[in-house]
């Protein structure tokens, strides 16, 4: 009986104006009945903005969430967190994003905050109260509900400012922060608002998925190359090949000091290459900025390490 209603459900997921668009105008209406029928078993509420919303669950749509959320894992053990990562904070006052960035340093820092606690900060630093209400907010708060679902609320009920500052708890919460560097919020909520046709939400949330999983794949691709590609693995031939704005000087003292975990100084890279002070600051800074190196400050000097 379901297995036409089952097509239009699992291999593809139709609304009623595609299926218009497909077939006799007679047939359409006695089909999308059969439809209805078979989604029903797989249905859940998910309201949105308090209308009564809701999500088909069917295997479909649960295996492309759990692929989704497989290459999401994937992409955040191989990528590195930037901490000098920018966000744009346009619609933000000048009061408000210093107050942004001090949020981000406690929640990059200290893994111990309360959620409840967290979200209502938010909430009131931001002065978010009447921009989403109540239910949503246990909802993103609540450990238990998965990461892409709550995206996909935050996509649906919020405008993009207040989306934008409550990704960051929802992602906190979750261990995953760093999917903020490839989370755009203001992305998602274009290409979801376009997407919802009726009270079912589901075509939005595969649109939402389809997108997060050819962003993620993109990344992913950049990253096995970069990785392929590692300066750690390269002789001085191929990096002077590929870096041909660096100074030789500065490749070679590279393949002769790339030990992990050991440091370098100012004063190692003068005595090798041959140089001044001012010089050897100015090479090693190059790669620091190429991330070769990373840069900390011991006592009064500065050090240089790969990690």
Request: charged residues 30%.
């Amino acid at each position: 009986m379901f297995e036409t209603a089952k097509k239009y459900s699992e291999q593809v997921y139709y609304n009623k104006a595609d299926l218009e668009k497909e077939m006799d105008f007679y047939l359409v209406d006695p089909l999308w009945h059969e439809i209805t029928q078979y989604r029903s078993l797989f249905r859940h509420e998910f309201p949105i903005k308090e209308k009564k919303t809701y999500l088909i669950r069917n295997p479909h749509v649960n295996d492309q969430m759990s692929a989704t959320q497989n290459l999401l894992f994937e992409w955040l053990l191989l990528h590195k967190e930037d901490p000098d990562k920018e966000f744009d904070l346009f619609w933000l006052k000048e009061e408000e994003q210093l107050r942004f960035l001090r949020l981000l340093v406690k929640l990059r820092y200290d893994h111990s905050l309360n959620p409840q606690t967290l979200f209502q900060e938010v909430m009131d630093s931001f002065q978010l109260h009447g921009e989403v209400n109540q239910q949503t907010l246990q909802y993103l708060s609540d450990a238990q509900n998965p990461l892409l679902l709550k995206l996909f609320r935050l996509g649906m009920e919020g405008n993009k400012r207040t989306a934008f500052l409550l990704l960051f708890p929802t992602l906190y919460l979750h261990h995953c922060l760093k999917a903020a560097e490839i989370i755009d919020m203001e992305e998602i909520i274009d290409k979801i608002h376009s997407a919802v046709t009726d009270l079912d939400v589901t075509s939005a949330f595969l649109s939402l998925l389809v997108m997060l999983r050819l962003k993620l794949s993109d990344e992913m691709i950049s990253l096995k190359r970069n990785e392929q590609l590692s300066p750690l693995d390269q002789d001085e031939v191929n990096l002077c090949e590929r870096y041909p704005m660096l100074q030789k000087e500065s490749i070679a003292f590279y393949v002769r000091h790339r030990k992990l975990h050991h440091y370098y100084t100012l004063q190692d890279y003068m005595k090798e290459a041959d140089v001044c002070y001012e010089t050897a600051r100015y090479s090693m800074e190059k790669l620091v900025e190429l991330k070769w190196y990373q840069k900390q400050k011991i006592g009064k000097k500065f050090v240089y390490f790969i990690i």
